[in-house]
């Protein structure tokens, strides 16, 4: 019996041996922080303007608000134009009772009272973002203004009756200009707290936060130089961290994958409790940083499970709950506050050269074009993540087996995301017209280039954000070159998805598609998929935008047609489709098949027009270096 018992104590002594004792050291970092708004479409609005209707009566205070009102943190004011509207509808205010309030004056040793008149102040307001209600609210409060100023307790029954007299007397005339009547301060004072809650609701503001991280100091821990890696790195990228720019996930991604194995390695127990207190603040930490809500929560919630030093864990899960995210990112960083103060220093050289209004035009016109520049580039980059996160995450999507073979038929996944630049080289048959005409189109990441050769040169260009067209038909070097508006640039830019250029197939609409009834098609048993966008009108009624419908066969899994309708104001405007045939093998997308024909039927203001494009030569991966921009198309001149 005394050899088990000691055995078993043996045992004991070399599990915990074998844990190792593990000491920390706290490490506070101080990083720059914004404080968003709770509206995810507003971090990319710079400006904000503020409408009144107010009743004939307060001419004089709209006048006055219009001046002192609305200063939304965040934002610059623009008197008309600003991307965020906040519209206040405000009815004259009614009286409503007279109040009494009292103070004892030691001094004096005697009663001090003051006399208020209470108004029922209503105040709708709306804020939009474009043609997007953000919200609409009543505010509905009553407001006091102090009548004259302290009465001893003889005086009160005169001021209360002289402040119901005035009242009365106003209602009576439809007057209410008197100053003394209070008007405008309860309307101010309300006001007041309506920017107040707007500021709190639609503000950004940038702020400093205190992030708490442990580190292993125990050197001769088996653990030891792997903690210390993690520590290193992240010790560097905190120093980086900036209202621009956060953390590095890629170079995080090894120590955070060895942090995990560690809560596996060392499960729970006292015995452990040191070191899963470490590895799960630490992951919890990092992962709110690198925006990621949910592993954030996972690992604060066992930090407060394993949390015996302090409540870092639920302060971890409130800074969570609490942080407003978008797309599942909690928005920390972003260029916000410089294009702001970028945006405010164009705006204060436009007052002091009010005189030269040509240039003003300019500077505008310039400011505007980077803010747009901006929100170009952003948007492109962040469509080529979500393309490349979709084929990284297809089991994950909507229709994940539709689109695992869509894609496996298009080359697979890798293949696609490795696709680089491509071209084609096109013959064209237009019904009705018999001369021929051949065009080339060349694709990159950020750049496409469409040259009709016959029986014009014509030319559509998208540069990363800038976006061109050029027709020979036109006289003069202005007229040939012509900036594209916004709608064509939207329509252009879809091309600089390499993946749209060569199959039409929409990655980024996918998860809108609904799967409809299977659907007899070109002869063909056909998945119908189908998308319809709606907007919302001017008088803010939804109506449609945009109405996509895919065709994908069923037994190659080959995309059959493609149609688009578009609505303006509700009506039907413009339809396309296209009709896909002969697909054959690209080496370079391991032999996935793409399609070497298209018919197009297009209906438009024009009126009906069906062509026929042969893709004589298609290349994936051509090595056509920066022709995309060669120097015949800068000839043009760009600017």
Same mark, same amino acid.
Request: aromatic content about 12%; hydrophobic content about 35%.
């Given at each position: 019996m005394k050899k088990t018992l000691l055995l078993v104590a043996l045992l004991v002594i070399a599990s915990v041996q074998a844990q190792e004792k593990i000491s920390s050291k706290k490490k506070k970092f101080y990083i720059s922080t914004i404080r968003y708004s709770e509206f995810p479409v507003l971090d990319n609005v710079l400006t904000q303007t503020t409408f009144y209707q107010m009743d004939k009566e307060l001419i004089q205070e709209e006048i006055i608000l219009k001046k002192n009102y609305f200063n939304i943190d965040g934002f610059i004011k623009d008197p008309a134009n600003g991307k965020l509207k906040i519209y206040l509808t405000i009815a004259l205010p009614k009286f409503n009772a007279t109040k009494v309030d009292s103070t004892f004056d030691k001094k004096r040793n005697s009663w001090q009272f003051q006399v208020y008149s209470n108004y029922d102040v209503r105040i709708k307001v709306d804020a939009k973002c474009g043609d997007k209600i953000l919200f609409t609210q009543d505010f509905n409060s009553i407001e006091s203004n102090i009548v004259g100023g302290s009465y001893e307790k003889g005086n009160v029954k005169l001021a209360i009756e002289l402040s119901n007299k005035r009242s009365a007397q106003a209602e009576k005339n439809n007057d209410y200009s008197a100053e003394d009547l209070g008007i405008d301060h309860v309307i101010y004072s309300s006001v007041n707290r309506i920017q107040n809650y707007l500021n709190y609701r639609l503000g950004y503001n940038v702020d400093q936060s205190k992030e708490r991280f442990e580190f292993v100091t125990s050197k001769g821990h088996s653990e030891y130089n792997q903690l210390l890696a993690f520590e290193n790195e992240i010790t560097a990228q905190m120093e980086k961290v900036t209202l621009e720019k956060g953390l590095d996930e890629k170079l995080l991604a090894p120590h955070l994958q060895y942090l995990e194995s560690l809560l596996v390695k060392y499960p729970p127990s006292p015995v452990n409790e040191n070191i899963r207190f470490i590895v799960t603040n630490n992951l919890a930490e990092t992962y709110f940083m690198l925006e990621n809500k949910e592993k954030a929560l996972m690992y604060a919630n066992l930090l407060v499970e394993n949390d015996k030093q302090d409540s870092r864990g639920s302060s971890i899960i409130k800074r969570v709950n609490n942080g407003y995210f978008a797309d599942k990112k909690i928005r920390s960083h972003t260029s916000r506050f410089a294009d702001l103060k970028?945006?405010?220093?164009?705006?204060?050289?436009?007052?002091?050269?009010?005189?030269?209004?040509?240039?003003?035009?300019?500077?505008?016109? =310039?400011?505007?074009?980077?803010?747009?520049?901006?929100?170009?580039?952003?948007?492109?980059? &962040?469509?080529?993540?979500?393309?490349?996160?979709?084929? =990284?995450?297809?089991?994950?999507?909507?229709?994940?087996?539709?689109?695992?073979?869509?894609?496996?038929?298009?080359?697979?996944?890798?293949?696609?995301?490795?696709?680089?630049?491509?071209?084609?080289?096109?013959?064209?048959? %237009?019904?009705? /017209?018999?001369?021929?005409?051949?065009?080339?189109?060349?694709?990159?990441?950020?750049?496409?280039?469409?040259?009709?050769?016959?029986?014009?040169? $014509?030319?559509? %260009?998208?540069? +990363?954000?800038?976006?061109?067209?050029?027709?020979?038909?036109?006289?003069?070097?202005?007229? &040939?070159?012509?900036?594209?508006?916004?709608?064509?640039?939207?329509?252009?830019?879809?091309?600089?998805?390499?993946?749209?250029?060569?199959?039409?197939?929409?990655?980024?609409?996918? /998860?809108?598609?609904?799967?409809?009834?299977?659907?007899?098609?070109? +002869?063909?048993?056909?998945?119908?998929?189908?998308?319809?966008? &709606?907007?919302?009108?001017?008088? /803010?009624?939804?109506?449609?935008?945009?109405?996509?419908?895919?065709?994908?066969? &069923?037994?190659?899994?080959?995309?059959?047609?493609?149609?688009?309708?578009?609505?303006?104001?509700?009506?039907?405007?413009?339809?396309?489709?296209?009709?896909?045939?002969? $697909?054959?093998?690209?080496?370079?997308?391991?032999?996935?098949? %793409?399609?070497?024909?298209?018919?197009?039927?297009?209906? =438009?203001?024009?009126?009906?027009?069906? $062509?026929?494009?042969?893709?004589?030569k298609v290349e994936v991966n051509p090595v056509f270096g920066n022709r995309i921009f060669m120097k015949e198309v800068y000839f043009g001149g760009f600017k």
């Open positions: 970028k945006l405010g220093v164009k705006i204060a050289e436009e007052k002091e050269e009010l005189r030269l209004a040509f240039f003003e035009k300019i500077e505008q016109q =310039d400011a505007e074009w980077e803010i747009e520049k901006s929100n170009r580039e952003a948007k492109l980059e &962040k469509a080529k993540l979500q393309r490349y996160n979709m084929l =990284d995450s297809i089991a994950y999507q909507l229709n994940a087996n539709l689109l695992a073979k869509v894609v496996d038929n298009l080359g697979g996944s890798q293949a696609l995301k490795k696709v680089e630049k491509a071209h084609f080289f096109s013959k064209l048959s %237009i019904e009705g /017209n018999k001369v021929p005409q051949t065009e080339e189109k060349w694709a990159t990441n950020s750049n496409y280039l469409l040259r009709k050769k016959m029986p014009e040169s $014509y030319y559509e %260009i998208v540069n +990363g954000a800038e976006s061109w067209t050029h027709d020979d038909r036109e006289s003069g070097l202005n007229a &040939k070159w012509a900036k594209s508006s916004t709608y064509d640039y939207t329509n252009l830019s879809k091309n600089v998805d390499l993946i749209n250029f060569l199959t039409d197939l929409r990655l980024d609409l996918w /998860n809108n598609f609904e799967v409809l009834e299977d659907e007899m098609y070109e +002869g063909r048993l056909c998945y119908h998929l189908n998308y319809f966008e &709606k907007t919302l009108s001017s008088g /803010n009624r939804t109506i449609p935008k945009t109405d996509y419908h895919v065709f994908i066969d &069923k037994e190659n899994f080959n995309i059959v047609s493609t149609e688009k309708t578009e609505f303006d104001n509700g009506n039907k405007s413009f339809f396309e489709k296209r009709l896909f045939g002969d $697909y054959r093998p690209v080496a370079a997308l391991n032999s996935g098949k %793409i399609p070497h024909k298209v018919n197009y039927e297009i209906e =438009d203001f024009n009126g009906e027009t069906q $062509y026929q494009e042969i893709r004589e």
